[in-house]
């Protein structure tokens, strides 16, 4: 089983950043598939973004310029740097992985990940 730890959230202003980090253990992180969602209050989780076991990765269109996911193998820690945010972004961010022998093949949805972190709130004020 895979152990995840986020940090890094916080409160920032509209237009600043944040980076997120994603400690694993239990399993090295090239091996897994990892991905970041959001949930905002009210709102189903979603999507941000996600790195496949071949480093491959992929965003959600409201992302995609602003947010970089990257991984530290000797770390073995996930990033997610985020910069020019919006208010729409304010949410708790969870950080996910998932076991898989293929270097190249993207999991997108949150039910096909099977180990989650405790989730760190990011808030964005306008």
């Known amino acids: 089983q895979v152990q995840l730890v986020e940090s890094g959230g916080g409160l920032v202003q509209a237009g600043g950043s944040l980076r997120l980090s994603c400690a694993a253990s239990?399993?090295?992180?090239?091996?897994?598939?990892m991905g970041w969602f959001r949930q905002a209050p009210g709102k189903q989780r979603e999507l941000v973004t996600t790195?496949?076991?071949?480093?491959?990765?992929n965003y959600a269109d409201s992302v995609k310029d602003r947010f970089t996911i990257s991984r530290d193998n000797a770390e073995n820690t996930v990033y997610l740097q985020m910069n020019s945010l919006k208010p729409e972004d304010t949410g708790v961010y969870y950080c996910?992985?998932?076991?898989?022998?293929?270097?190249?093949?993207?999991?997108?949805?949150?039910?096909?990940?099977?180990?989650w972190g405790q989730g760190t709130q990011v808030t964005v004020s306008s």
């Open positions: 996910a992985a998932r076991r898989t022998l293929f270097l190249s093949v993207r999991y997108v949805s949150w039910d096909q990940y099977d180990s």
């Open positions: 239990g399993r090295a992180i090239s091996s897994l598939a």
């Open positions: 790195i496949t076991s071949g480093a491959n990765t």
